[in-house]
């Protein structure tokens, strides 16, 4: 797993190469990502610096692009892009 190191323990487990739908949450993300870039908020690296800081419970429980929209929230926050409590509002169900 490159996000993490390559942790030895999870190398073994086979990977599953049949294509997938993305969600619409998926779509969103990654166009997300690809504004903050053509931006120049955020880059690639500081995105993956990110999801390698996230605990390793936690990235095992997250899916592919759960890892990204909180490695893009906390670019965000560390950069003052925007406050927590923004993004708390940001998050309240509408």
């Known amino acids: 797993m490159h996000d993490i190191g390559g942790i030895s ?5 086979p990977v599953d190469p049949t294509p997938h739908e993305l969600t619409e949450f998926d779509r969103q993300v990654d166009a997300l990502r690809q504004i903050l870039g ?13 999801i390698e ?18 490695a893009i929230s906390a ?13 708390r509002a940001a998050m309240e169900p509408r």
């Open 9 to 13: 323990r999870f190398m073994c487990e």
């Open 53 to 70: 800081s996230i605990p390793e419970a936690e990235y095992h429980r997250l899916t592919y692009y759960q890892r990204w929209i909180r």
């Open 38 to 50: 053509m931006k120049q908020i955020m880059s690639v690296d500081e995105l993956r610096r990110n």
């Open 75 to 87: 670019s965000l926050l560390d950069k003052g892009v925007v406050s927590e409590a923004e993004l």
